[in-house]
C-alpha cells in the first residue's frame, strides 16, 4: 500500500495521506522527523485526534473531502505524550489515489516564526543594553565634574541665599548619578549552586505579600517533582521579583482586588536561545490585573519603558537579564484580565 506514495517518501515536507475516513494510511519520513512518532504508530489511526480540538482543522478536513479545494488550518496543535503540544500549520489536499482521497501537509510554521523573534528580540535588547551602558559610562565621568564644580563654587559663594541654586545642581547630579548607577547593573560575577525553585518562589511570595498587604493574593501552583536547578538564587530571586512586584502594582493600581498565581512545570525537548534541552522548568506568573498597556506591549523588557508613574522602567529589563545568564528565556502574553509571565529555564 505504502509503495503506492514512495514518491513522497523522501519529500523534504511532512506529508500524510488519509482515506475516505480520514484515517492516516500513510506517512513520509519527514513526518517522523517533524512529529517524532514512528509511521508505524501513526497508520491506522485517525487523523483529527492526533491534534488538539480545533475546528478549523475539523471543517478544512470535512470541506476537502466533498469539494476539490485544497484547506489550509493555520495553526493546530499535535499532541505529543509528556511534551509540549507542537504547533503545526496544515494544508489539505485533494488527490486522485484510489480509497485515499487526501494529503496533509504539516508545517512546523508557528514554531520557526517563534524562534526567529525570540532571537531578534535578544539580539536587539543586547544592543540596546550596550548602548545605554556605554552612554551612562560617558555621563558618569562629566557629571562628577558638574557637581564638584558645584561645590567648589558654593564655598565660595559670600551670599548665603545663592546655595539654593548650587544645592539644586548637586541634588540633580545626584538624582542622575543614582539613576546610571542602576543602568550600570550587573553589578557583581555570578555565585552558582544548586537550588530549589520553590524556595525561590516562597521568598518572592512572603516579600510582595509583605509589601502589599491588602488586595493582593498569591496563589501557588508548583510541580513537586522538578529536579534542583543550578543558578546564582540571588538573581532568580529578583528577577522574579522584579515580576511578582509588577503584577501586585498593576493589581493595586486597578482599584480592584485581584490574584498572581505561581505555577511551574516541567518541559521536556526545548529550544531556548537556539540550544536544545531535554528538561526545562516553566514558571508562569499570571495576574488578574488590568493588563500591560497597549502602547509599550513590544517594548517592555527594554530599558526606561515604564507605563507607571514613578516606575523606571528598569525591574523587566534587569530580570531579561538575570534570565539571559541562566540561559533561558521571559516573555509576556497580555490582556486585561489575564497577564502571563513565562520564565523557561534549562535544567540539568
Ligand atoms: N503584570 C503586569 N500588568 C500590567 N502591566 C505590567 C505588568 N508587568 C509590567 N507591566 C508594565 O510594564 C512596565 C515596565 O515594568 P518594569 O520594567 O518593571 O518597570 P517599572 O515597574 O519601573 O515601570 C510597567 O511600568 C507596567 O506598565
Ligand atoms: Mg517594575
Known amino acids: 500500500m505504502a509503495a503506492d506514495f514512495a514518491a513522497l517518501e ?14 492516516v494510511r500513510f506517512a513520509n519520513q519527514a513526518t517522523e522527523s517533524l ?3 514512528a509511521a508505524r504508530s501513526l497508520v491506522g489511526q485517525a487523523f483529527l485526534p492526533l491534534f488538539e480540538a480545533d475546528a478549523a482543522l475539523e471543517k478544512a478536513l470535512a470541506d476537502t473531502l466533498v469539494t476539490h479545494w485544497d484547506y ?17 500549520a496544515c494544508v489539505l489536499t485533494r488527490i486522485d489515489a484510489p480509497d485515499m482521497p487526501l494529503l496533509a501537509e504539516l508545517r512546523p510554521i508557528e514554531q520557526q516564526l517563534r524562534q526567529a523573534r525570540e532571537e531578534r528580540l535578544v539580539g536587539e535588547q543586547q544592543a540596546n543594553r550596550e548602548l545605554i551602558r556605554n552612554l551612562a559610562h ?26 539654593e541654586y548650587t544645592q539644586v545642581i548637586i541634588q540633580e547630579a545626584d538624582r542622575l548619578q543614582t539613576l546610571l548607577d542602576r543602568l550600570l547593573t550587573p553589578h557583581r560575577p555570578p555565585r552558582v549552586g544548586p537550588l530549589v ?3 525561590v518562589l516562597e521568598r518572592v511570595r512572603s516579600l510582595v505579600l509583605a509589601e502589599f498587604v491588602r488586595g493582593v493574593a498569591i496563589e501557588c501552583d508548583y510541580d513537586p517533582s522538578l529536579p534542583d536547578l543550578v543558578g546564582d538564587k540571588e538573581q532568580l530571586i529578583q528577577a522574579v521579583l522584579n515580576v511578582v512586584r509588577n503584577a501586585a502594582q498593576a493589581i493595586t493600581g486597578g482599584g480592584r482586588p485581584g490574584s498572581i498565581t505561581l505555577r511551574t512545570r516541567a518541559l521536556r525537548q526545548v529550544t531556548l536561545l537556539r ?3 531535554r528538561l526545562a522548568l516553566e514558571l508562569q506568573v499570571i495576574d488578574d490585573g488590568p493588563g500591560v498597556p497597549q502602547d509599550i506591549r513590544d517594548r517592555i523588557f527594554n530599558p526606561l519603558v515604564s507605563g507607571r508613574d514613578g516606575g523606571s522602567g528598569l525591574g523587566l529589563s534587569l530580570a531579561q537579564t538575570f534570565i539571559h545568564y541562566h540561559r533561558g ?6 490582556r486585561p484580565g489575564r497577564t502571563v509571565f513565562r520564565i523557561v529555564l534549562p535544567l540539568a
Open 10 to 23: 523522501y519529500l523534504p515536507t511532512a506529508v500524510v495521506v488519509l482515506d475516505e475516513h480520514a484515517v
Open 35 to 37: 512529529l517524532g512518532a
Open 72 to 88: 489550509s488550518a493555520q495553526n493546530v496543535s499535535y499532541l505529543r505524550p509528556g511534551r509540549e503540544p507542537l504547533p503545526l
Open 138 to 163: 560617558e555621563i558618569k565621568n562629566p557629571l562628577g565634574g558638574l557637581r564638584g564644580s558645584a561645590q567648589l563654587l558654593e564655598r565660595e559663594l559670600d551670599r548665603p541665599e545663592l546655595r
Open 197 to 199: 525553585i520553590h524556595e
Open 275 to 277: 540550544q536544545r534541552h
Open 329 to 334: 528565556v521571559i516573555e509576556c502574553d497580555s
